[in-house]
Nanobody, 126 residues
Framework: QVQLEESGGGLVQPGGSLKLSCATQ????????IGWFRQAPGKNREGLGC????????MYANSVKGRFTIQREYANNTVYLEMNSLKPDDTAVYYC???????????????????WGQGTQVTVSS
């Protein structure tokens, strides 16, 4: 069974940084693509990016490209979402999710994912 657990959320000032973690199992990292999503109140779930061992590099949505970075650390079986230059509009619940195979254009669509973490709240406010 695939298990995903996010952590690292919290309150941060505009312009600040935060690093989220998605802890999982080694087999999950080997078989599944890991996507990051967020959902703000009253808004649709938004795909932020994806990482997979079958892709040379992570993929990023235009809305976060250049500000967010996705990394994978096999030593801890963890995928990270590093967020910089945070804005109030980045306030949301952030989720990681697993989808079998590699990242592709459909990896920004939350309906393609089979397994989800519980989410972690990020609030950007002064």
């Amino acid at each position: 069974q695939v298990q995903l657990e996010e952590s690292g959320g919290g309150l941060v000032q505009p312009g600040g940084s935060l690093k989220l973690s998605c802890a999982t199992q080694r087999v999950t990292l080997d078989v599944y693509a890991i996507g990051w999503f967020r959902q703000a109140p009253g808004k649709n779930r938004e795909g932020l990016g994806c990482i997979s061992r079958f892709n040379d590099n992570p993929m990023y949505a235009n809305s976060v490209k250049g500000r967010f970075t996705i990394q994978r650390e096999y030593a801890n079986n963890t995928v990270y979402l590093e967020m910089n230059s945070l804005k109030p509009d980045d306030t949301a619940v952030y989720y990681c999710a697993a989808e079998a195979g590699k990242c592709y254009s459909g990896s920004y669509d939350w309906t393609n994912y089979d397994y989800w973490g519980q989410g972690t709240q990020v609030t950007v406010s002064s």
